[in-house]
């Protein structure tokens, strides 16, 4: 024992405050509480000199973003000007700024090059200037849909025998004969070279889609071997979208699934297709603005829209389209069926009234739950 | 020290810049310990002051507080010291009073045989600690009583950890002359 241990307990080592006197000693101490100046902390100053710089960043980030998006704005503006026009005669078409109020757009897809230009052989066989593929797009508030049109639909007051055969006189043709066939007024119309969509298939990597098992067209000169969900390439995307007489392969046996309705399945074929791509759209351009900047470079050369569109009319409707989630866009066909010639199809009654009155501006019947092709369907995107 | 509660003694300082009552944490952490190195050296009555004192000096004198500083036990202590030196007439009376009489009786002894000697022994310690100088009580107190290291005095006291190992080498050498204790390196062997 060392005179630390003697001093460490003496005199007294177990010496507590009473609970008045600590409480007397905290009342004390919390009464200097309230006018205390309240002075800036090492942190809060920190935050201070944080926030400082971050006013410099968000300022430095508001001019960097002012800057592209006035170089953005060019972008958009240069390429909405390569956009090429067609002319459509005056009063065929009900015009109007689509989006900023509800209306249809006409939309033209050939498989086999550009519409308007001359044959390459020059010919003026019948079906030169024939629409492969007729789709009326439908833009209001709740979003847009898509309505396939049989080309094969006939057309009894017109001088052609069906719809495709209206387009040998036009745009205008074909836009008066959905008027007075359907009753339904197109305010604007756009031509798609769907042949180019090979390279955009490629250039978002492929579409995604699901089969029942291996697939095969030998015109079109579709092959696919395995089933279940298929990343096809642009040709292979293509090969499908065109097939009207496609085989599946069950238990050993091509069996032509189409059984005499070639050219509906052709339209359901793209249907599928167009979901598949625009989910794969949506996954490729996400949050990189050059890829979708290079997509709509793509896209610009297979396009015709009419010389009415505005600017900020087609922004809308890129917009509207960009915002549709693909598993609720609604695509469907003209309900049809063959008519007594064989030759022709003709609507169903009522199930065709009732797509086409959402066409007119009825409030469109309750969404169906769940994506419009059913899961069920033997060939979907996925 | 300072850990519980999650926040070490600086964190809740800085903290208690912009956000007063905070600082009860501090108090609540401390305020015994600062409580009983006080009325050692003053007595309760004294203590019982002193004690609050110190913390509401601390509190108006927080933001010179290094709050990087995990434990503000150096820091109080430091002001609890300078407050004792207010006192030191009191301190030195007790001492005084220490050294002439019969020592006092334990509260809650420990070691029985431990407290017989420090309780023989209280008169002369009285008498070592009443003839240190005030600096060398102080740096041996602090560290006997409230436990502090020669680093935390050198903060508590403001001076270089040197100038405390010397003031306590000094505290220690009185100590035992006045108690008669063997030289501590014979001691140790």
Not at chain 1, 268 to 277: G, K, M, V, W
Not at chain 1, 334 to 339: F, G, H, S, Y
Request: proline share 6%; with cysteine.
């Amino acid at each position: 024992m060392n005179e630390l241990d003697l001093l460490r307990e003496w005199p007294e080592t177990n010496i507590q405050p009473s609970t008045e006197v600590r409480a007397d000693a905290q009342a004390q101490l919390e009464r200097a509480y309230p006018g205390a100046p309240v002075i800036p902390t090492k942190a809060t100053r920190a935050v201070r000199r944080f926030g400082t710089r971050l006013a410099i960043a968000a300022l430095a980030a508001a001019v960097l973003i002012a800057g592209a998006i006035v170089w953005a704005q060019r972008q958009v503006d240069e390429r909405i000007d390569r956009v090429k026009t067609v002319t459509v005669p005056n009063g065929v078409l009900g015009g109007g700024e689509v989006g900023a109020r509800a209306g249809n757009i006409l939309v033209v897809g050939t498989d086999s090059g550009d519409l308007l230009a001359s044959q390459p052989d020059g010919s003026t066989r019948n079906g030169s200037r024939r629409s492969d593929t007729i789709i009326l797009l439908r833009f209001d508030g709740d979003g847009v849909r898509a309505l396939w049109i049989p080309r094969d639909l006939a057309v009894a007051a017109s001088t052609g025998d069906r719809m495709s055969q209206t387009f040998t006189r036009g745009p205008a043709g074909l836009i008066d004969a959905i008027k007075t066939e359907l009753d339904i007024e197109v305010n604007h119309y756009v031509e798609v070279n769907f042949s180019g969509f090979e390279r955009i298939v490629n250039e978002v990597g492929g579409v995604k889609m699901s089969f029942p098992g291996p697939v095969r067209d030998v015109y079109s000169g579709l092959d696919i071997a395995g089933a279940g969900c298929q990343s096809l390439d642009g040709r292979t995307a293509l090969a499908w979208v065109r097939s009207r007489h496609t085989e599946l392969l069950e238990n050993g046996i091509w069996n032509d699934v189409l059984s005499g309705r070639a050219d509906l399945d052709r339209l359901s074929h793209q249907q599928e297709f167009i979901r598949a791509l625009a989910r794969r759209f949506r996954t490729h351009v996400d949050g990189d603005p050059a890829a979708a900047l290079r997509l709509v470079d793509t896209l610009i050369p297979l396009l015709k829209i009419d010389s009415g569109f505005s600017r900020t009319e087609i922004l809308g409707l890129v917009r509207a389209l960009i915002s549709v989630d693909p598993a609720s866009l609604q695509l469907a066909t003209l309900p049809v069926e063959a008519a007594p010639d064989g030759a022709h199809v003709v609507p169903v009654q009522p199930a065709a009234e009732q797509v086409l009155a959402v066409f007119r501006g009825a409030p469109a019947p309750a969404a169906p739950s769940g994506p419009s092709v059913p899961a069920t369907a033997p060939v979907h995107d996925c | 020290m300072g850990i519980a509660g999650g926040s070490h003694d600086g964190e809740v300082i800085a903290a208690s810049l912009d956000d007063p009552d905070r600082f009860t944490e501090i108090f609540e952490r401390h305020f015994d310990a600062l409580y009983a190195f006080t009325a050692r050296r003053l007595g309760r009555e004294v203590a019982d002051d002193v004690g609050a004192t110190v913390f509401v000096e601390a509190f108006s004198a927080r933001s010179r507080f290094e709050v990087d500083r995990a434990d503000a036990r150096p820091w109080l202590y430091g002001i609890a010291t300078n407050l004792i030196h207010r006192h030191r007439r009191t301190e030195t009376r007790r001492l005084r009073a220490y050294a002439r009489s019969e020592p006092v009786g334990p509260d809650q002894p420990t070691d029985i045989e431990q407290r017989l000697d420090a309780e023989a022994f209280g008169p002369q310690l009285a008498s070592a600690l009443r003839d240190l100088t005030a600096s060398d009580r102080d740096a041996i107190l602090l560290f006997a009583w409230a436990g502090l290291s020669y680093d935390d005095i050198a903060i508590a006291t403001d001076v270089p950890v040197g100038t405390v190992r010397s003031r306590i080498h000094r505290a220690r050498h009185r100590l035992r002359a006045v108690l008669g204790v063997p030289d501590p390196v014979r001691s140790m062997e």
